[in-house]
């Protein structure tokens, strides 16, 4: 009996600890001097609009208790009509929690958390089943545009979708019907846990929606968890940031909340139709669709099939097998001949001529500057001999001492 109590207040006193660190940590203030992080750059960044100055200064200095100190007192001041809650500041630490990076210098950092700062959010959530594997998903995932295009085959939509960079975190997209967008793809996991299930994007959309035309900027997160043999259970959580109070009180309403929500389950919806006839068996609209019969889309469609027939695939593979037919096309690279070697002739005082004028001579190489490591050539191969007729551009005759 003894030993139990001593075990769980061990336990206790442990717990205790941990808690009591926790608390300290949550509120001890990380102070970023101008040195690290001018004001020149915080300008720079929010480009120079004083309000998103405020809303990144304040916001970080109390949500996360990061002070920059290139931040003005007005800046670091609290939006009189926001509260600053759990609630307001629960976005901020998710963000963290997932692996988020707080360095000024990572990719959208100011762009994401000088949004946060805002006054005015809208927040949508949908969530629901598709059905694929962990495979299949994380396949379409790494390879985008062949996923509209596969969508488009058998729906005749007009998806698009395309990476603006070569690490593909950068992307744009649409439907074709009034919803397009630009879009970093932030988190493709959650600290290091699930690739490709726990998914954070950060975007500039555009939408048509009843009688408004709406262009602003939107957080959202997607996480998904096989629940059954192809079964994939997902949750779209969406913080939308509204320009003013108007368009705020318009994006709170239940009728506009429940429009957007409809969009998205439309969305979901032509995904499940186009995965129901891809794995019927129906493949009539690849064969018709002269978009999948292109080099690149065929290899996508080979892939594609293996791994719905079990095969692995990883995030980040598509960029692997990318780079690797880059360097089997790659030219080989050719290296241009030897340049003839420059000599010195000494001719020796003494020397006699011969009969067709020719003197006695001895033959010096002149040392070679390093070469370039472009031209080099592997040091196994064999040194070519001069041909001696290589001398006669390069020959310098230099007279013995006792000729001056």
């Avoid at 205790?16 to 001890?28: N, R, W």
């Avoid at 079964?231 to 913080?239: H, P, Q, R, S």
């Avoid at 794995?279 to 002269?290: A, E, R, S, V, Y």
Wanted: aromatic content about 10%; glycine content about 6%.
């Amino acid at each position: 009996m003894r030993c139990v109590f001593s075990r769980s207040s061990f336990v206790s006193v442990c717990l205790a600890v941990v808690l009591a660190l926790g608390y300290s940590l949550s509120f001890a203030t990380t102070n970023v001097p101008a040195s690290e992080v001018t004001r020149k750059q915080l300008l720079m960044k929010v480009k120079n609009k004083a309000d998103d100055m405020r809303a990144f200064c304040s916001g970080m200095n109390k949500c996360l208790d990061i002070k920059y100190e290139a931040c003005t007192g007005e800046e670091l001041k609290l939006w009189p009509k926001v509260e600053y809650n759990e609630e307001f500041c629960a976005p901020y630490k998710e963000l963290v929690n997932r692996g988020f990076s707080t360095d000024f210098k990572a990719p959208m950092m100011v762009d994401v958390f000088l949004r946060l700062g805002r006054q005015y959010r809208a927040i949508y959530e949908n969530e629901g089943t598709i059905p694929l594997e962990v495979n299949e998903i994380t396949y379409l995932f790494d390879n985008m545009p062949f996923t509209a295009d596969l969508v488009n085959a058998y729906l005749e939509t007009e998806y698009t979708l395309q990476y603006t960079s070569r690490d593909r975190r950068y992307f744009s997209g649409g439907n074709g019907h009034g919803l397009s967008g630009d879009f970093y793809w932030a988190l493709q996991d959650s600290a290091g846990a699930k690739p490709a299930l726990r998914n954070m994007f950060f975007g500039y959309g555009y939408a048509q929606i009843l009688k408004w035309s709406l262009k602003g900027t939107a957080i959202a997160y997607l996480d998904m968890d096989l629940v059954a043999p192809r079964t994939l259970k997902y949750k779209l959580k969406a913080i939308v940031f509204p320009a003013n109070s108007v368009l705020n009180s318009i994006m709170q309403l239940r009728v506009f909340k429940s429009v957007v929500n409809s969009k998205i389950d439309g969305i979901v919806g032509d995904i499940k139709k186009a995965s129901k006839m891809y794995f019927g068996g129906n493949k009539k609209p690849i064969t018709k669709d002269k978009r999948l019969h292109t080099p690149e889309n065929e290899r996508h469609l080979a892939e594609f099939n293996s791994v719905v027939a079990g095969g692995p695939w990883k995030l980040g593979d598509a960029i692997n097998i990318e780079r690797k037919m880059l360097e089997l096309n790659r030219p080989p690279t050719r290296l241009r001949p030897a340049e003839p070697k420059q000599h010195v002739v000494i001719v020796d005082s003494t020397a006699t001529t011969d009969s067709a004028g020719f003197v006695d001579a001895v033959v010096e190489a002149v040392p070679e500057p390093v070469a370039d490591s472009a031209q080099t050539m592997d040091s196994t191969v064999p040194a070519k001999s001069v041909d001696p007729s290589d001398f006669k551009a390069n020959i310098t005759i230099k007279k013995d001492s006792n000729n001056e």
